[in-house]
């Protein structure tokens, strides 16, 4: 576990020295964003979801960790509405809450702590497949330098985003059980190998220079965006896991851990690439991380 953060942190640094230095220029970062939205990302959601089973989501533990992530979302949005923090920045606070770091750390914690990669996998064809689409499309449709929106538009949103457009290939093939030769995804699969060390140097880079504080307008969706992240969804899992679906202790210990893992830096990407919420995004993202190594080693010695 603490492997897999130590990974994550070292990255990470190298990002913030490029962003210090200004080594890639000032267009460096819009480069590597661009490069990962169109290419990295896309390749990723691909293979990861062309190659996996549709039903791996409907697994006890993959069903909890759904729900739990869909709990805190929308409860963020709800909040969102009632303060009138506006759709693109609910959106981005929503996906700060329930998007989780299932990759380069979900997966060295699955494999190192939990023995397997398999754990993360509903989490990340959730993320993949349905969220991220949805969400994406939403930041798409409100944005303000647009042209005004007609249906056709409306419709055709999702098949003009690379990486809704991947999500769903990857669904469709998955649901009709097709198997891809390996000349086909081995390709994709050396692509995709970009995407999480981009991701981490682009979030690197963009802590460079954010303000300690948050602005006004911040504070609040970002307070609640932990809150939900790193206390409630946690919570929430292990009294799914204990009081309805009666997991054994290990398997409640893996949907608690799953919970607690921290923002997904992809947040921040988005963040980035659409000109809104970065503040919330990176804020939530590094606070999570923060707390998630102590929450982690607490719920492991409390469930033995």
Known sequence: MLKGFFVVGVVLLVGYILGKTNALGPQGSKVLSTL??????????????????????????????????????????????????????????ALATGIVNSTNLGVPLS????????YVVPIMLFQLAL????ALTILDLTNPTASKVSVARILSTPFR??????????????????ELPDWTLDPLK???????????????????GISAGQGIGDRAPTTLAV?????????????????????????????????????GQNVVLYAIRYGVGQKIAQSTAVTTSILAVPLLLGAAWVMG
Do not use: E
């Not at 390749?43 to 759904?66: E, N």
């Not at 494999?111 to 398999?118: K, N």
């Not at 992240?229 to 799953?258: G, Y």
């Open 161 to 178: 985003n690379p990486v809704t457009v991947a999500a769903i290939l990857g669904v469709i093939v998955s649901a009709l059980g097709l």
């Open 190 to 208: 050396l692509v995709a190998q970009l995407a999480v060390p981009l991701m981490l140097i682009i979030f690197g880079m963009s802590l460079h």
């Open 36 to 93: 990962t939205f169109m290419v990295g990302l896309p390749s990723l959601m691909f293979s990861t979801i062309a190659s996996r089973h549709i039903s791996d989501v409907l697994s006890q533990t993959g069903l909890i960790s759904v729900v739990t992530a869909l709990a805190v979302m929308l409860v963020f949005a709800a909040a969102g509405a009632i303060f009138r923090w506006g759709v693109r920045r609910t959106t981005i606070g």
């Open 131 to 134: 969220v991220t689409p949805i």
């Open 227 to 263: 809150i939900l992240k790193s206390a409630v969804q946690p919570l929430l899992a292990w009294l799914l896991a204990v009081l309805v679906f009666r997991l054994d202790s290990f398997s409640t210990f893996v949907v608690t851990a799953c919970a607690i893992l921290p923002t």
């Open 111 to 118: 494999l190192y702590i939990l023995g397997s990669t398999t």
